[in-house]
């Protein structure tokens, strides 16, 4: 069992940036792939990016390439979404979640951390 905690939401104008940090409780944090999603208002939650154990491999949907960076630091058991050029359309609640495997289903989700960004 692994906990998720979300931080660094909050309200930001368009154009702007900001950066979201997720804390593991386990110390096997490396051991896990790491990925961020995102669920707006009235809309399925959808797949943002994820990140290699190690962090050398990342894959991020079409409409958040170039926009956003996911990182991580095994040794502070976190991972990162740094977030530029922010537009409304990214106004959503953002999770973190972890699985055990690169494909497939996420196993633990964090609580998730409001990102709102107005016109």
């Known amino acids: 069992q692994v906990q998720l905690v979300e931080s660094g939401g909050g309200l930001v104008q368009a154009g702007g940036s900001l950066r979201l940090s997720c804390a593991a409780s386990?110390?096997?944090?490396?051991?896990?792939?790491m990925g961020w999603l995102r669920q707006a208002p009235g809309k399925e939650r959808e797949f943002i990016a994820r990140?290699?154990?190690?962090?050398?491999?990342?894959h991020y949907t079409d409409s958040v390439k170039g926009r956003f960076t996911i990182s991580r630091d095994n040794a502070k058991n976190t991972v990162y979404l740094q977030m530029n050029s922010l537009k409304p359309e990214d106004t959503a609640v953002y999770y973190c979640?972890?699985?055990?495997?690169?494909?497939?289903?996420?196993?633990?989700w964090g609580q998730g951390t409001q990102v709102t960004v107005s016109s």
């Open positions: 990140i290699s154990r190690g962090g050398g491999n990342t």
């Open positions: 386990r110390r096997t944090f490396s051991n896990y792939f």
């Open positions: 979640a972890a699985r055990f495997t690169d494909a497939g289903n996420w196993d633990y």
